[in-house]
T-cell receptor, first 114, second 113 residues
Framework: ETGVTQTPRHLVMGMTNKKSLKCEQHLGHNAMYWYKQSAKKPLELMFVYNFKEQTENNSVPSRFSPECPNSSHLFLHLHTLQPEDSALYLC?????????????FGNGTRLTVT | GNSVTQMEGPVTLSEEAFLTINCTYTATGYPSLFWYVQYPGEGLQLLLKATKADDKGSNKGFEATYRKETTSFHLEKGSVQVSDSAVYFCALRRNTGGFKTIFGAGTRLFVKA
């Protein structure tokens, strides 16, 4: 049990589908993150939420739409994706404001876009 | 800017061999430094951390020392096991400007029995 739970673990979707990834943390953290992990590429930070407010969007295409209804839940809504969006999507949480607070990751959602 | 550079993999070792994975960083201010490990099919998890110069982080037989003079945080283990096969990420967390975590590219380790 990592304290950060992501669902689903695997997702296959067509380019015209709409789907959502879900992340939930039970660690009392106030910041949540979406990362994209692709083969042979560094980990890419996509979005950051601090106290439910989006504080960072790293030039992510609009076909990815995050939602953070409260400090424990984070969603990533997907629509009209491209095959190159296939990757492992990792959610993480931390105590923002503490300089030595590590990130706690979920096990990720393996997304395949066909 | 802030960045982390770690040695390219894969690194292949026999069981009980000595492991070193090099990591150097560039940062303004005084970042905290971390090693994360990712086992197959899982997310990243914290392996160890150090928050100031000369601190040594350790966990599960792994160690790394925060060297400000060489801006390095090399990961070492005296005797690796097959179960240590994973991808290892060096990372820094800035103490200013939003506490963003910056990761290295990761180093894959294979340990043979």
């Amino acid at each position: 049990e990592t304290g950060v739970t992501q669902t689903p673990r695997h997702l296959v979707m067509g380019m015209t589908n709409k789907k959502s990834l879900k992340c939930e943390q039970h660690l009392g953290h106030n910041a949540m993150y979406w990362y994209k992990q692709s083969a042979k590429k560094p980990l890419e930070l996509m979005f950051v939420y601090n106290f439910k407010e989006q504080t960072e969007n790293n030039s992510v295409p609009s076909r990815f739409s995050p939602e953070c209804p409260n400090s424990s839940h984070l969603f990533l809504h997907l629509h009209t994706l491209q095959p190159e969006d296939s990757a492992l999507y990792l959610c993480a949480s931390s105590h923002q404001g503490e300089d030595n607070s590590p990130l706690h990751f979920g096990n990720g959602t393996r997304l395949t876009v066909t | 800017g802030n960045s982390v550079t770690q040695m390219e993999g894969p690194v292949t070792l026999s069981e009980e061999a000595f492991l070193t994975i090099n990591c150097t960083y560039t940062a303004t201010g005084y970042p905290s430094l971390f090693w994360y490990v990712q086992y197959p099919g899982e997310g990243l998890q914290l392996l160890l951390k150090a928050t100031k110069a000369d601190d040594k982080g350790s966990n599960k037989g792994f160690e790394a020392t925060y060297r400000k003079e060489t801006t390095s945080f090399h990961l070492e283990k005296g005797s690796v096991q097959v179960s240590d096969s994973a991808v290892y990420f060096c990372a820094l967390r800035r103490n200013t400007g939003g506490f963003k975590t910056i990761f290295g590219a990761g180093t894959r380790l294979f340990v043979k029995a």
